[in-house]
């Protein structure tokens, strides 16, 4: 029977230490191949900058390159968003029902193997192979071996020594020096030429760079002019020009992405304001930019987050950086509909006004086409007075 060991990661980035340990559990069962699965975006929150995930999977395909039995898959970066381990190796065991399963996990996870979703039927479909992160317990590793065994869930220890490797050590020697000898050339070739990890997150020449690829080039070439737009804004009116050019660049980072894996991902937040975001898919983009910032960049500050989720609503009690991220999106230089010359002098002169006359456009488009008008966007409105048009006798 033919083996196949799945080894799942974020592979932030891809590692010697990662290679050495696939390696090594190749050879000690015998596997015909090790599938290395970069996830989306892991299950458990992320704390850290994690590399866009075209990225991390290119780095993976550039590590392997000259390792025959060593294959990369794009099936959970493919599909978005959260990917279970359970639904990954569902998938694996239909296409390939004749083909074992092992499933390469480090010693920390095995310990908590009981609290992965639906970990016994993960049990039914791969056995666990074992790695150790350290210097670990073995008593306490053969009586969780026990207890799962009891349930129906076989594994293997590997007697691997230890790798003194973490990809968070990397991602930190990588920042400070712009190098590091525990990614293979090629790898770090990439990375350099990419500039992954090398920056300050908030660095803003960097965040330009990052943000390219993952938008068309009318969107990126919106997101600089709202940058602009925001930080001229935030000097005139005394906000942190900083944040302001920070939250400009970023505010649609996920406009292009597929709306799928964000809304999942909105949804698993829980932070949502009583939208209905399947009938307001133009509102996706600005909640899942709000957490894909704390995701995926490293970006925490609240001021920042909120006015890129607030940037398409408005709300009640708006901050200055939010009013101005919310009225620089509809004044960049690339913005070109009809009175944009009125916006641009009430921007300058009167932000209220400004508030007012773009709340009154917007609503009266929105109730004309008989979209649904989101609370927050009603409450802005009766915060600047501004009335909801009312269609057949009743607002939408
Ligand atoms: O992302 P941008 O195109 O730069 O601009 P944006 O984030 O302001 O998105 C504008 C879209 O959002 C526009 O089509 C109007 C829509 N929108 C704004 N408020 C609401 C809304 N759509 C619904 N359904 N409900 C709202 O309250
Ligand atoms: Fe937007
Ligand atoms: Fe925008």
């Not at 080039?217 to 020009?241: F, I, P, T």
């Not at 920070?246 to 996920?254: F, N, T």
Request: with cysteine; net charge negative; charged share 25%.
């Amino acid at each position: 029977m033919s083996q196949t060991i799945l080894y799942g990661g974020t592979f932030n980035p891809i590692h010697k230490g990662h290679l050495e340990i696939c390696v090594y559990a190749r050879e000690a069962v015998d596997a015909d191949r090790v599938l290395l699965m970069p996830a989306a975006l892991p299950p458990h929150k992320f704390a850290g900058w994690l590399a866009p995930d075209q990225d991390r999977l290119a780095m993976c395909r550039l590590a392997v390159r000259d390792l025959e039995l060593l294959q990369v898959s794009e099936y959970e970066i493919g599909r978005g968003g959260h990917s279970y381990t359970v639904d990954t190796l569902r998938e694996l065991t239909v296409r390939e029902p004749e083909e074992r399963f092992w499933l390469l996990i480090g010693t920390d996870m095995f310990l908590t193997f009981t609290q992965w979703k639906d970990w016994q039927k993960i049990g039914r479909m791969a056995s666990l192979l074992v790695a150790s992160r350290e210097e670990g317990d073995r008593e306490q590793l053969r009586a969780c071996q026990k207890a799962l065994e009891k349930e129906g869930v076989a594994s293997r220890l590997l007697e691997n020594a230890p790798l003194p490797m973490s990809s968070t050590e990397i991602r930190r020697e990588l920042r400070e020096t712009g190098t590091s000898n525990k990614v293979l050339p090629q790898v770090l070739d990439y990375l350099q030429e990419r500039g992954l990890y090398l920056h300050d997150p908030e660095e803003l020449p960097y965040l330009r760079e990052y943000i390219r690829p993952l938008m068309t080039d009318y969107r990126y070439r919106h997101s600089l002019g709202v940058e602009k737009q925001a930080a001229c804004m935030a000097e005139q009116y005394g906000a942190d020009v900083h944040k302001a050019s920070l939250a400009g660049i970023l505010h649609d980072v996920c406009k292009d992405m597929p709306k799928g894996p964000l809304l999942q991902n909105i949804l698993e937040s829980g932070i949502i304001n009583g939208i209905d975001f399947a009938a307001c898919p133009q509102l996706i983009h600005s909640y899942a930019g709000a957490l894909y910032l704390q995701s995926h960049m490293e970006i925490h500050d609240p001021e920042v987050i909120d006015a890129v989720r607030y940037h398409t609503t408005a709300r009640a009690g708006m901050s200055l950086l939010e009013t101005i991220i919310y009225l620089a999106d509809l004044t960049s230089e690339d913005r070109e509909y009809g009175d944009v010359g009125v916006m641009r002098r009430l921007c300058q002169e009167d932000l209220r006004g400004a508030m007012i006359h773009t709340l009154t456009h917007t609503v009266g488009e929105l109730s004309k086409r008989g979209k649904p008008i989101c609370p927050d966007t009603r409450e802005a409105c009766k915060e600047y007075g501004v009335e909801i048009p009312t269609v057949n006798g009743g607002a939408i």
